[in-house]
């Protein structure tokens, strides 16, 4: 009885150790084969594409209606996948069900498209200078 209880909890520190070494071996491996640069001041600098930074990022602030364009757009983003299934089954129902079904989503979509628009969502206020 002991012996299969030791066994176990050898089981089981294996594969916490099993883990551990998962998540920290690709870790100690990039470190360990990493290129060993010299650390300047423009290392530091934030790198955007090429072009010379000029300001601080914090200087610049993005309003609250692009996030809420980026959040719609994927949302509906996502919600165009769901059409595909529908588009690949459609042979396999009757002719009225899925045009009604596939009209009753885009219509959903539609009503928050108009939520969205009603909210003042799709305006972009002008900077003021």
Same mark, same amino acid.
């Given at each position: 009885m002991d012996s299969v #209880?030791?066994?176990? $909890? #050898? $089981? @089981?520190? #294996? %594969?916490? %150790?099993g883990g551990f070494s998962a998540a920290f071996l690709p870790f100690i491996i990039a470190w360990l084969i990493r290129p060993k640069t010299i650390v300047t001041a423009r290392s530091h600098q934030t790198y955007?594409? *090429?072009i010379e930074p000029f300001n601080q990022m914090w200087d610049y602030r993005f309003g609250v209606s692009y996030y809420l364009y980026a959040l719609i757009f994927l949302a509906f983003d996502v919600d165009v996948l769901y059409l595909f299934p529908v588009a690949s089954v459609f042979d396999r129902v009757s002719g009225v069900r *899925?045009?009604?079904? %596939?009209f009753i989503f885009i219509g959903i979509l539609s009503l928050a498209i108009v939520y969205a628009w009603?909210? *003042? @969502? %799709?305006t972009w206020e002008k900077k003021k200078a």
């Open positions: #209880l030791a066994i176990d $909890y #050898l $089981y @089981v520190m #294996l %594969f916490i %150790f955007e594409c *090429g *899925g045009v009604i079904e %596939f009603n909210k *003042g @969502v %799709f």
